[in-house]
């Protein structure tokens, strides 16, 4: 299947996306950053609209992104329930989006920055959509989140190479090389921790050992007979994690935010 499809899939799938806890995420990354009533708002991967919306209430107008159709149904829904006239859903990749240069004022990326093949380029982009002295702002987790070194050793035990989607963004430190080396400045970092304690058979679930959102997933090509070999590591690895407190989940939140020249 192909990866952005598969993305969009996912999305699609999760009938209770729109929740108080991926609202108050998402609208955290609001609390960062400063509008004004005369600037133009791009959203990407706007989902269900809740920066989108929060925004639009603040701001002239707003362009909301996504691939995932019925994420947008709902957000549509919402922005006619606020009766709100000043925002714009596009059902488009973000590859695919062209903007004109010095379109927006700021661009907002909730927890989807990571799922794009090529960051990068994306993030060079954005600095040409904005505005001089526009900023972009965007959540991404650190490297060792989700169990994501328990899952990746797990495979590498059996031959397979699994990339850690959260690798890039994963450290504070390469935020600043990549948004510095694109050209961005006065980048601000807020750690969020949300990482809690889960039983063991709680983080044994987190993962089916075939699951993973990245461009380059190689579990599809795996023998199932070594899927269940990979998904049996990772279940004796999770339990000798275990302490008297259960297994620490990290879920730590980078909030960046990043001003162009």
């Not at 005369?38 to 603040?58: C, E, F, N, P, R």
């Not at 169990?147 to 590498?156: F, G, K, M, Q, R």
Request: aromatic share 10%.
């Amino acid at each position: 299947m192909n990866y952005k499809q598969q993305v969009a899939d996912f999305y699609n799938s999760r009938a209770n996306y729109d929740n108080d806890l991926t609202h108050s995420r998402a609208v955290r990354l609001l609390n960062y950053t400063q509008l004004h009533p005369d600037y133009s708002v791009l959203d990407v991967a706007t989902g269900t609209g809740s920066i989108a919306i929060a925004a639009a209430k603040q701001v002239k107008s707003v362009i909301g992104i996504d691939i995932a159709a019925e994420l947008l149904k709902i957000a549509q829904q919402k922005i006619a329930v606020e009766q709100l006239t000043n925002i714009q859903l596009l059902e488009i990749d973000v590859e695919a989006y062209q903007a004109e240069p010095e379109q927006f004022d700021a661009i907002y990326c909730s927890f989807a920055i990571v799922l794009f093949p090529n960051i990068s380029k994306i993030v060079q982009n954005w600095y040409y959509f904005l505005k001089p002295n526009g900023f972009i702002a965007f959540s991404c987790s650190s490297e060792n989140s989700y169990l994501v070194d328990t899952i990746v050793e797990s495979c590498a035990a059996h031959g397979v190479t699994l990339p850690n989607l959260h690798y890039l963004l994963g450290t504070p430190e390469r935020i600043q090389n990549l948004l510095g080396s694109i050209g961005f400045h006065s980048i601000e970092i807020h750690p969020h921790q949300l990482g809690k304690y889960l039983t063991v058979e709680q983080a044994q679930s987190r993962w089916s050992g075939k699951f993973w959102l990245h461009i380059d997933n190689p579990l599809p090509q795996v023998d199932p007979a070594i899927l269940e070999q990979i998904k049996a590591s990772y279940d004796r690895a999770i339990a000798s994690l275990a302490t008297d407190q259960g297994i620490w989940h990290e879920e730590l939140i980078y909030y960046v935010i990043a001003n162009r020249a």
